[in-house]
């Protein structure tokens, strides 16, 4: 080995551990994408009130943890579509200004929810890889199917239930005019 080869061998592991970094971090782009959602949510459970945003923060915290165990194990499209749920999650808080804390609570449930089926959905794949013939492979991809349409369909309805949210309020008490000028102005 020469004195050049020398000298750049340093340089030449570096650039190796940086490319390395960033096929990983491609290969996981959602992942990536996850990370600051989730944040950027913790974040503003901040404009809650205290003891509210305490407790929606550690539920918060359980609901990313499997956030991004689905986003690392499950089957495509769960990982993209959870990021797209936590980042339609992040957007609807911000813009609620009638119910907030209602909103961020139907966020993190919808975290919950689409990860467990996202984690189921893996368990799945891995019983058709390892099924066996007869009346059980039958029932397996049924239920295949079934799971199919839920991870498409079910972060688009959460979605859109969010959005709605956003838009319609229930009322809270009291005369129809109270009612009216409280939901003009946006106000509890």
Sequence with gaps: MNVLDAL????VWVLNGFLAVVYVAVEHLAVVAL???LALLYGQMGALASAQAQR?????????VLALMAA???????PYLT???AGVGVVAVRLERYRPDET??????????????????RVLTWVLEHQADGLFAGG???LAVLVGFALWGMPVAQGALLLKNLLAHAPTGGDPRTILTRA???RL
Excluded: D, K, T
């Design 8 to 11: 750049l061998l340093p340089f």
């Design 56 to 64: 929606l923060r550690a539920v918060l915290v359980g609901a990313g």
């Design 72 to 78: 690392l194990l499950a089957p495509q499209p769960v």
């Design 140 to 142: 397996v991809n049924y």
């Design 83 to 85: 990021a797209a749920l």
């Design 35 to 37: 990370v600051p959602l």
């Design 104 to 121: 961020a609570w139907e966020v993190i449930q919808n975290l919950i929810l689409y990860a467990l089926v996202g984690l189921g959905a």
């Design 184 to 186: 003009r102005e946006r």
